[in-house]
């Protein structure tokens, strides 16, 4: 491992009350690369609002899977739940916009992913991948240049994780 290894945060907003609280503290905090919005948001006002607040502190706004909120939000690009979606979707998008994608907690899922045109790959890690998770960023880390963001749902292990994820996202 490099050195110049430095992981940011991939912040997964919060849906509900939570949400304002949650994008102010990650607006604030430097560290913080990036900020996914909530499934099944609507259009308002405040959600307008919110991805304007993301892109004035020079930060990407991404939605989870929906191009025409991902539009009407004007936010920066789309967090995909379906890898095998990446290829109609940048084909739909171009090249302006980011493309993520949450891939399977496989070497060759995130590598095809990668490879139709995702502009990072996320693997998400619980406490009973934990061990194979740490190994595959630890091989992608060494190999690849697509980034990886390790969406975490367990508190144990989160450093050990930063040492080999471009992009670390913590629980909820």
Known sequence: M???????QFVRLPAGPGFDEALKSALSDPEVASLLLPAGLQADER?????QKIQAADRPA???????L??????????????????AVRAKLGD??????????????CMVAAE?????????VTAGTLD???ELLAWWHE???????????VPAGFETLRSYADFVSPPL
């Open 96 to 109: 302006g916009l980011t493309i993520g994608v949450e891939c399977p907690l496989e070497r060759h899922a």
């Open 143 to 153: 190999v690849m240049t697509t980034p990886i963001v390790a969406l975490i749902d």
């Open 132 to 134: 194979e998770a740490e």
């Open 116 to 124: 139709d045109g995702a502009d990072y790959v996320a693997v998400r």
């Open 2 to 8: 490099s050195e110049a290894h430095h992981c940011r």
């Open 47 to 51: 959600m307008r609002a919110a991805v």
């Open 70 to 87: 991902r539009a009407a939000l004007q936010a920066d690009g789309v967090h995909l739940t379906d890898s095998s979606a990446v290829r």
């Open 62 to 68: 991404l939605v989870v899977d929906d191009l025409t």
